[in-house]
């Protein structure tokens, strides 16, 4: 029921009984309640559709039984119910003994039991589940103002997490970790990047198994939701060591020498920051899908981005405080950052064994590393990247945006991604793509048309420049940066953020397509190496953004000091 329809129930004014302790009755009246702008603001962000899809699921849900005969008998369905949940269970199941032999899909378990899944039965169970399966229901249309208002709050929770990040990293910066162990850099956007490698993709996995009714059963929801956080803990724990050896090596071919104290430092580090944040961020990310279903809220929109608005900010300050801490323990202690890796590392076995009880999850233990080991070796080269412009004290003001465009870019690429894989998974069998993404790709494919997708895509382009002049303010405001913001700076600076998303968006609607033709889930795979791209190309042209201005004469490095 929405808000419009509970306004026209409750009429002109409203009783109330109440049962009082003698059992009495009395009648409460309460005044007519004017229906203004509030509420119809709230009918708009909540389209129609979506909350009558869950309500049509619920009631789906109370019977699913035969209909009773002439006289009221209702046949028992326990037998029937009972051979379809061991058949559904003997398709999807996974040994770990023999995962390569079975024929087993990524997009199978995301998609609408019996549709779309090229599953092959027996016709008299197909005509059973037909005659007991509610009709096949549509993706619900949102109009272009509901969708941006659905994305705009979330986007610009975003937008002030990314800027807390970036004023953290000016001002840790400075620490003495950061100063003599300079390889912390590289990990910066690797870890930071761990909330597209692994919240977002988390995040898309959860929201499209919502729409298309995958957590409708609490019992399959649970397990789903467990067996993804374990499977992100263990791909966090991997990633994270691997990030450190790759800042290790980065940090040593260009410098020739090599530190063995400060290279456990840096795994110790990373590992810590990638397991405590990720757990942290996971038990955030599955509220927020939870509350998004029951409140009718098409999860695509506000899960991507409010899986990062506090991500960089918790996984940079987690790893700035343990990166000091394990610093100062260097002399007095200095087999603490080794105890510290081991105890991480030591945990994922038991994180593997809980993640391989799901055939989601159990899939992705092991088809699921390809993108998001990619993902930080191309964050890790931005990280390179920024480390070397760090060092250049004639742009020191790199710091402070860093975190800013590169987590806009990949939260909005990560939205249009999540919406263009839902779309697949309710109206494409996997392998099969619709006709207007076949053939060469084209950039007005993306943003000429009137499907929902283009859309999305039109929306979230328009966003970049007034979300990035309300960033760079709120930086302003807080005296936070080194560099004024003269107009030739703001100039510079949109123009790179625009065409950061403009690419973004273009290589989104192109990897999404792509990896469905070739039986890839989109959820697992697109989102890590499109925020993994956004890391590398936020920060290789804001830095040439900054180098063009000091050419030009805009040189400003004392603001915030």
Not at 34 to 49: A, C, E
Not at 267 to 278: G, K, L, N, Q, R
Not at 348 to 367: E, G
């Amino acid at each position: 029921m929405n808000i419009h329809t509970l306004g026209d129930s409750l009429g002109p004014s409203l009783a109330v009984r109440m049962s009082g302790a003698a059992g009495g009755w009395s009648s409460l009246s309460l005044k007519p309640v004017p229906i203004g702008w509030i509420p119809s603001l709230f009918q708009t962000m909540v389209p129609t559709g979506y909350t009558k899809l869950q309500e049509e699921r619920g009631l789906a849900m109370v019977d699913l039984g035969p209909k009773p005969d002439g006289n009221g008998y209702r046949p028992d369905p326990t037998h029937l119910e009972v051979r379809r949940h061991s058949d559904r269970v003997a398709r999807t199941s996974v040994s770990l003994s023999d995962g390569g032999d079975v024929r087993y899909s990524e997009t199978e378990p995301m998609l609408p039991e019996g549709t779309l899944s090229g599953e092959e039965g027996d016709d008299e169970e197909n005509e059973e589940e037909e005659s007991q399966r509610p009709p096949t229901r549509n993706m619900p249309k949102e109009s272009p103002l509901a969708m941006a208002l659905q994305i705009v709050v979330p986007f610009l929770l975003a937008g002030f997490g990314t800027v807390s990040a970036g004023m953290v990293l000016d001002i840790v910066q400075h620490w003495d970790a950061f100063k003599y162990i300079t390889e912390i850099f590289i990990l910066v956007p690797a870890l930071l990047g761990l909330k597209g490698n692994l919240e977002m993709t988390l995040a898309s996995r959860l929201s499209t198994a919502v729409n298309v009714g995958k957590m409708d059963s609490p019992i399959e929801k649970w397990n789903l939701i467990i067996g993804n956080l374990a499977l992100k803990q263990v791909q966090a724990t991997v990633v994270g060591f691997l990030a450190a050896v790759a800042a290790v090596v980065l940090g040593w071919i260009p410098e020739g020498k090599f530190q063995m104290n400060h290279a456990v430092l840096l795994c110790s580090a990373s590992v810590a920051t990638a397991f405590i944040a990720s757990m942290l961020q996971g038990f955030i990310m599955v509220g927020v899908i939870v509350g998004s279903k029951k409140t009718g809220i098409n999860p695509d929109n506000v899960a991507t981005p409010i899986a990062a608005s506090f991500g960089d900010l918790i996984t940079l300050a987690i790893l700035a405080w343990i990166s000091q801490g394990l610093y100062n323990c260097l002399d007095s202690h200095p087999y603490a950052s080794s105890l510290v890796c081991a105890f991480f590392l030591s945990l994922t076995p038991v994180w593997m064994v809980i993640s391989s009880k799901h055939p989601a999850s159990r899939t992705l233990l092991y088809s699921g590393w390809e993108p998001v080991i990619t993902a930080m070796v191309i964050s890790s080269i931005g990280g390179l990247i920024l480390d070397k412009t760090v060092s250049d004290p004639n742009l020191a003001g790199i710091v402070v945006y860093t975190p800013v465009i590169n987590g806009i870019g990949g939260n909005l690429v990560a939205i249009q991604s999540s919406r263009i894989s839902t779309h697949l998974h309710f109206h494409s069998a996997p392998g099969e793509v619709p006709e207007e993404a076949k053939g060469c790709y084209y950039p007005c494919r993306t943003f000429c048309g009137t499907g929902a997708n283009h859309r999305s895509a039109q929306v979230l382009l328009l966003l970049v420049l007034p979300g990035h002049l309300i960033f760079l303010y709120t930086i302003h405001l807080m005296k936070s940066g080194h560099t004024t913001l003269t107009p030739i700076f703001m100039t510079v600076y949109l123009a790179a953020a625009l065409l950061q998303v403009f690419l973004l968006l273009c290589i989104a609607d192109w990897m999404v397509y792509s990896m469905w033709r070739s039986g890839k889930d989109p959820d697992s795979f697109s989102i890590p190496y499109l925020t993994a791209l956004g890391d590398l190309l936020g920060t290789a042209l804001l830095a040439l953004s900054f180098q063009f201005l000091w050419y030009i004469g805009d040189q400003d490095s004392d603001v915030g000091d």
